[in-house]
């Protein structure tokens, strides 16, 4: 059985860039109704003993398993999401490595918020922006929908979620708002150094 990992952090550590009340219905209402889906999709199979990641892997790109794949993909990139985040009041330096990744392959730490925002508001409809290791070189990428960098030969360090649920209660219909607020001061950097290794 899958569970919903819990919050790395209080639901109202997020605040005033997500409120309280958006994690309620964002975490509480959608993440759990992703895990709750899944688990009846691969109860009693052999799909049920697998990883998430392996299960994604497994079940990707077959049209028969469409609702699993949707499900299992929302789980991690939700997680992934969550971890990808730390409480507003906590500084949170960046290690050395990843500003000289950043200076390299986005030119400033500004440049990679601009490219950010710019991905976030040219998703047509919802999905997800990844910043990623590509080889080993920084990109922002996009996926759509449930889709999830995982078994594209990327290595995700950081992700957004740019579902209308993620953001609609704090900032309606202001995507790039939304973007820039979480990338200028919500991301947990050390969590992207640890994914690169760094």
Same mark, same amino acid.
């Given at each position: 059985m899958f569970t919903l990992k819990s919050l790395p952090?209080?639901?109202? $550590?997020?605040?005033?860039?997500i409120s309280a009340r958006t994690l309620?219905?964002?975490?509480?209402?959608?993440?759990? $109704?992703?895990?709750?889906?899944?688990?009846?999709l691969v109860a009693d199979t052999d799909l049920a003993s697998l990883s998430l990641e392996d299960l994604i892997k497994k079940v990707a790109n077959q049209p028969a398993q469409a609702a699993i794949f949707n499900n299992a993909a929302q789980v991690y990139n939700h997680d992934f999401f969550w971890a990808s985040l730390r409480p507003a009041k906590q500084a949170m330096p960046m290690s050395t490595a990843l500003v000289a990744l950043i200076k390299r392959d986005f030119g400033s730490l500004e440049q990679l918020l601009v490219e950010a925002k710019e991905a976030a508001l040219s998703q047509f409809g919802s999905g997800w922006v990844w910043l990623v290791l590509d080889n080993d070189r920084l990109k922002i990428v996009k996926t759509a929908n449930a889709d999830t960098v995982l078994g594209r030969g990327l290595k995700p360090l950081l992700v957004l979620d740019v579902w209308?649920?993620?953001?609609?209660?704090?900032?309606?219909?202001?995507r790039g708002d939304f973007a820039l607020a979480v990338f200028a001061n919500l991301l947990n950097w050390e969590f992207a150094a640890h994914n690169a290794g760094l």
């Open positions: 952090f209080s639901p109202e $550590a997020l605040e005033p860039y309620e219905f964002h975490y509480g209402k959608h993440h759990q $109704a992703y895990v709750d889906n899944l688990n009846k209308e649920h993620a953001y609609y209660l704090d900032y309606q219909n202001r």
